[in-house]
């Protein structure tokens, strides 16, 4: 029936109007509002070269003109009552608006209702944004949704600072990068990152404190590795040096001793 109406249209406007193309579209709009017990928009209507030609009624449950299209009145108006005088559209029609409302407790569960744990890391960067002031970083990502509460607490007592502007991280979860600055620190305080979330059972936590950060261990590793090898490579000389004198052997060291 639909696909009648398509050719009718197309028959019609060939003969009525000078337009070389046509474009003929079915549409469903199906629209949801802030709370998943309803406020669904369901709309159904048919489109002649973009422009409305007839719509679906929700509320009166009936097919009606639309004034866009003047020079197709007639034969829109002709399929509006053949529709809504058959049973087949408008129970199609009535089944795509069930569809549509059936389909929002999946589709709030799968958006709106999507719960993602964060992850989160605290450290001492060599630099941060350039600076070379002495800052912590407690750098949470990966949660959905936006609402979260990052913390510092100093000495587990004083609570330094409260964050709860996250950003978009552009994969639909969001991330917050809270910088602590230590200018003011002594050796022996240390400092702890709290993350609240509803994603979550309980706050996460993780502590720092005072100390040499990845990159000072990684250069006094390698430095005692260094260190290492060559102490040891002074003592295997000395001990075969000593086993040598023992021995009698005297190193030559030029050639007129041969001579």
């Not at 337009?19 to 199906?30: D, F, H, L, N, R």
């Not at 999946?106 to 709106?112: E, I, P, Q, R």
Request: aromatic share 12%; charged share 20%.
């Amino acid at each position: 029936m639909r696909g009648s109406l398509a050719g009718l249209l197309l028959v019609y406007n060939a003969i009525s109007l000078p337009a070389t193309g046509y474009v003929m579209q079915e549409i469903s709009y199906c629209g949801y509002g802030d709370d998943e017990q309803g406020n669904v928009t369901f709309k159904y209507f048919m489109t002649f070269n973009h422009m409305p030609a007839l719509m679906y009624d929700t509320y009166d449950n009936m097919f009606f003109p639309c004034p866009s299209v003047p020079e197709m009145r007639a034969v829109v108006e002709k399929y509006c009552i053949e529709f809504n005088t058959k049973p087949d559209m408008l129970n199609y029609v009535k089944s795509e608006e069930k569809r549509c409302k059936d389909e929002i407790k999946t589709f709030w569960n799968g958006t709106v209702e999507r719960s993602v744990k964060p992850s989160m890391e605290v450290f001492f960067p060599d630099q941060f944004n350039g600076e070379n002031l002495p800052v912590l970083i407690c750098h949470v990502w990966g949660f959905y949704p936006q609402n979260i509460v990052v913390a510092w607490i100093k000495n587990e007592m004083t609570v330094i600072e409260n964050i709860t502007q996250a950003v978009r991280a552009g994969d639909w979860t969001y991330q917050v990068v809270a910088k602590l600055d230590l200018r003011d620190s002594l050796p022996e305080d240390n400092y702890t990152c709290i993350v609240q979330h509803q994603s979550l059972d309980g706050p996460m936590i993780k502590t720092w404190k005072a100390g040499l950060t990845s990159i000072q261990i990684i250069k006094i590793s390698v430095s005692a590795a260094t260190f290492a090898l060559g102490l040891i490579t002074l003592i295997a000389g000395v001990i075969c040096w000593k086993n040598a004198k023992k021995s009698g052997y005297t190193p030559i060291t030029g050639y007129d001793d041969i001579n």
